[in-house]
C-alpha cells in the first residue's frame, strides 16, 4: 500500500482535509439514528481492507503532519507526556507492540531489525533510522514510551493495573477531546471518569472496567467514541482552552460545513506482556460536516442523532449552544428515508438524497 | 470462544525432581517464539485423557523474556480429579499439547521499594519467574521459602547457590519455621509482601501483616484450587436448555462444556470472577470453594463459581 502524505496544519491556517479515500474509511461512529453510551467493545483483530480497524496501528495521510503537530504542542508544554517512575518497563512493552506491528502491517513504511538486545528501527516517512539497545533507556533520545508515541498517532494512556483497578500512570497525550493528562495522572478509572455525566448512574463505568481488567495478552479490544469540534484542532486541551473555546463562537451558518468537525476515537486497548499494564491509544479522526454529507446515509443519520441527543450529553460534548445551527445545515441532509444498520457509508446500495 | 488464545506446543523435556513434583517444557510446534510474560503469570493446560477433558491452570517458572519455551512444575496430587496424576504418568517427551496464552492474577506491583515473597512447597513456581524479571530490572527482593523436606525441596539448591543473601529455606521436618512478625517488622517501608502456598499459610501472612499494620494492598497473594471431587448432581442449564449430569470427577464448568455450551472462564481455579454464573433457582446446598465471591454472595444463593464450586441437592437451574 502507498500512501501519499499530506502536508497540511491542525492550527492557524487550518489547511487539514480529507481526501476522498479518508472520507470513505472514516469511522462514522454511529450504528443507527440516534445515540446512548454503551460498553460497545469488540476485539480488535483486523477489519474490512483498507478501514482503519484493518491494522493494530492505523498509519494514514495524516501522519506526518499530526507528528509534526504533536512536536510543536510538546515543545509549548513537556507536561503533556508523563510516565512516573515504575511505568518505564510499560514504556518498553509499548514500544515493542507498535514497533513490531507497524514493521509486519506496514512493511514498506517501517523496519525492525532484532539481535537478541539490539535493535534497528526504520521509520521512512519521518526519516528515522536509530539502532539501540531494548530495555537500556540510555540508548534511545527520549524514554521509551515518548520515543514511540512521537511516532505514532493517537494519544496513549498507559495505565497500571492493581488492587482490581487501573491507574493513570503514564501517557502522551497532545490531540485530547478536552481532559488534561497532567491532571488525571496517577488517577484511577473511576476518578479520571468522574466528569461524565448519565454513564454512572447506568453503571456503565464499573461495567466497562470489569471488561478491561480482564483484557488479556493476544486480545486486543476496540471502540468508537466522539464529540464535536470547530476547525480541524488535535489539541483541545483544557490548557489551551483559552485559544480554541473562543473558536465555536465563530460559526455562521455560511462557514459551519467547513469548520465544523465531527471527532471520532478509535480507543484500543491492549494487554502489555512484561509489566502487565495496559495501553489505550485513543486514535483521533475528524471530519467535517460538508465533506460527511458526501455519503447520503451519513447526512441523514447525523441530523437525527444531534437532533435527538439527550441535553447533557450535548453540553458534556460542549456543542449545545450551537445545536439549533447545526440542525439548520444538517436537516438539508436529511429526507427522512430510513437508514441500513451499521456504521459503513453503504454508497452503492444507500439511495441519493431525495431533495435539495 | 471463551477462555485466553490458545498456543499449539510440543512437549520437549520432562525433568522429575523429587517423589512430588515433575518439571514440563514447552515449545512451540510451529518453531514461533512464544509471548514474553510477566512474573507471576499463568498458563491453563488442557489435558485430553481419552474422553475426560481437564483444563487445570499452572504458574510460569521459566524466564519471562525467555520466548523459545515454557516450563511449570507440576506436584502430583493422588486425591485430586487426575490432572495431576495424567501430567506426571501420560504425559511424554514429544507430545502435542494446547496450553493458554500467558494470564496474570498475580503481578508484581512495580512500585515496591522491596518485594518479600514468602512461598509454600508448590507455591515456590510463580516466584521463580519474578526472580528471574526482578535480577533482570535489578530489583530488590528477597525469598522466603518453607518446604517439607530437603527431599522434596524443589529448586532449594539453585536458588540458595544463585541468590545466597535473598534466599531463605526454612524445613518442617527441622522444625524451622519463619519468624514473620519480626521479619515483617524489619522490612523497609514501600516493602510489598507477596505469599503463595497453602491457604493455612496465606491467611496466616494476611492476618500477621494486618495486625502489624500492613496497608491491605501492600500484600498480595494467590492460591490456585484444583477442583476437587464430590457426589455427582444434577443442573438445569436455563439459557441453552439442557439438563445435565456433573460426574464425581469433573468440575460443573467442565460438565457445562462438555455439554456444548461455551462458558466464560479464564484461571479454572476460583480466582478470576470470569466464570461468575447466575442461579435462578435452587432446593439444596452449595459447596462454595472460591475466592471470588464473598461470604454474603456465597450466602445469597445467587451466585456459583462453576470452575471449583460444586451442589449438593435435589434442584439447580442456572443462567447459562
New interface residues.
Given amino acids: 500500500m502507498t500512501i501519499q502524505f499530506n502536508d497540511e496544519t491542525f492550527r492557524d491556517d487550518y489547511s487539514f482535509h480529507n481526501s476522498e479515500r479518508a472520507i470513505k474509511r472514516f469511522p462514522f461512529p454511529f450504528h443507527e439514528d440516534s445515540y446512548m453510551y454503551s460498553v460497545n467493545m469488540e476485539q480488535h483483530r483486523g477489519g474490512p481492507p483498507d478501514s482503519i480497524y484493518e491494522m493494530r496501528f492505523d498509519v494514514d495521510e495524516h501522519y506526518v503532519s499530526e507528528m509534526r503537530d504533536r512536536a510543536m504542542v510538546l515543545a509549548d508544554d513537556p507536561l503533556r507526556c508523563q510516565s512516573l517512575p515504575?511505568?518505564t518497563?510499560a514504556g518498553w512493552d509499548l514500544l515493542e507492540l507498535i514497533m513490531v506491528s507497524k514493521s509486519e502491517d506496514y512493511p514498506d513504511l517501517f523496519e525492525l531489525h532484532r539481535d537478541g538486545d539490539r535493535w534497528r528501527w526504520v521509520n521512512k516517512p519521518l526519516g528515522i533510522d536509530d539502532s539501540f539497545t531494548f530495555?537500556d533507556e540510555a540508548t534511545l533520545p527520549y524514554g521509551p514510551m515518548e520515543y514511540i508515541t512521537r511516532q505514532t498517532q493517537g494519544d496513549f494512556c498507559v495505565l497500571?493495573?492493581?488492587?482490581d483497578n487501573l491507574w493513570m500512570d503514564a501517557g502522551m497525550v497532545t490531540t485530547q477531546a478536552d481532559w488534561s493528562l497532567d491532571f488525571d495522572i496517577g488517577m484511577n478509572f473511576f476518578e479520571w471518569h468522574a466528569p461524565v455525566p448519565l454513564a454512572h448512574e447506568k453503571g456503565i463505568f464499573v461495567r466497562a472496567l470489569?471488561f478491561l481488567l480482564?483484557i488479556?495478552?493476544?486480545?486486543p479490544a476496540r471502540r468508537l467514541n466522539w464529540t464535536m469540534t470547530v476547525n480541524p484542532l488535535l489539541d483541545t486541551s483544557p490548557e489551551n482552552y483559552h485559544k480554541w473555546g473562543i473558536q465555536k463562537t465563530s460559526l455562521t451558518p455560511e462557514n459551519l460545513g467547513a469548520k465544523q468537525h465531527l471527532r471520532v476515537e478509535l480507543q484500543t486497548f491492549f494487554r502489555l506482556?512484561?509489566?502487565?499494564a495496559m495501553v489505550f491509544p485513543i486514535r483521533c479522526y475528524l471530519c467535517s460536516f460538508q465533506d460527511l454529507m458526501t455519503v447520503p446515509k451519513w447526512g441523514r443519520r447525523l441530523h437525527r442523532v444531534v437532533r435527538d441527543l439527550p441535553e447533557e450529553l450535548a453540553t458534556y460534548k460542549g456543542f449545545i449552544d450551537n445545536r439549533p445551527m447545526m440542525l439548520d445545515y444538517l436537516s438539508k441532509f436529511d429526507d427522512g428515508l430510513p437508514t441500513s444498520d451499521g456504521i459503513w457509508p453503504e454508497v452503492e446500495t444507500e439511495p441519493a438524497l431525495q431533495r435539495a | 470462544m471463551s477462555g485466553a488464545e490458545k498456543i499449539a506446543v510440543k512437549v520437549t523435556d520432562i525433568v522429575p525432581l523429587n517423589d512430588l513434583v515433575t518439571r514440563f517444557r514447552f515449545e512451540r510446534i510451529d518453531g514461533g517464539l512464544l509471548p514474553t510474560f510477566s512474573g507471576g503469570a499463568h498458563t491453563v493446560v488442557e489435558m485430553r485423557d481419552d474422553d475426560t477433558a481437564r483444563m487445570n491452570p499452572y504458574s510460569l517458572m521459566s524466564d519471562p523474556m525467555d520466548q523459545r519455551a515454557y516450563t511449570i512444575s507440576v506436584r502430583r496430587d493422588d486425591q485430586g480429579r487426575g490432572g495431576s496424576l495424567f501430567m506426571h504418568q501420560k504425559v511424554k517427551v514429544g507430545d502435542e499439547m494446547t496450553i493458554s496464552y500467558p494470564v496474570n492474577l498475580f503481578s508484581l506491583d512495580l512500585r515496591a521499594r522491596k518485594h518479600l515473597f514468602i512461598a509454600g512447597g508448590i507455591g515456590i513456581t510463580p516466584f521463580l519467574a519474578q526472580i528471574k524479571q526482578l535480577e533482570r530490572m535489578n530489583g530488590r527482593w528477597e525469598l522466603h521459602y518453607t518446604c517439607r523436606t530437603p527431599a522434596l525441596g524443589s529448586y532449594v539448591d539453585e536458588l540458595t547457590s544463585q541468590h545466597p543473601n535473598e534466599a531463605h529455606i526454612y524445613f518442617d521436618d527441622q522444625d524451622q519455621k519463619i519468624a514473620l512478625a519480626h521479619l515483617l517488622d524489619g522490612q523497609p517501608l514501600g516493602t510489598h509482601v507477596y505469599v503463595c502456598g497453602p491457604k493455612g499459610m496465606i491467611d496466616w501472612v494476611r492476618k500477621t501483616a494486618a495486625a502489624e499494620g500492613w496497608p491491605r494492598e501492600a500484600i498480595h497473594y494467590e492460591e490456585f484450587l484444583a477442583p476437587q471431587p464430590g457426589q455427582p448432581f444434577e443442573v438445569k442449564l436455563a439459557v441453552s436448555n439442557k439438563v445435565i449430569q456433573v460426574g464425581e470427577n469433573e468440575s460443573l464448568l467442565e460438565a457445562i462444556e462438555r455439554a456444548g455450551v461455551d462458558a466464560p472462564y479464564l484461571c479454572r481455579g476460583g480466582a478470576c470472577g470470569q466464570c461468575e454464573t447466575q442461579v435462578i433457582d435452587y432446593s439444596g446446598n452449595f459447596i462454595h470453594r472460591d475466592h471470588w465471591l464473598d461470604d454474603a454472595e456465597h450466602a445469597s444463593g445467587e451466585k456459583i463459581m462453576p470452575c471449583v464450586s460444586r451442589f449438593e441437592g435435589k434442584t439447580l437451574v442456572l443462567d447459562r
Wanted: no cysteine.
Fill in positions: 515504575h511505568m518497563l530495555l497500571d493495573q492493581r488492587d470489569k480482564n488479556q495478552q493476544g486480545t506482556p512484561r509489566s502487565n
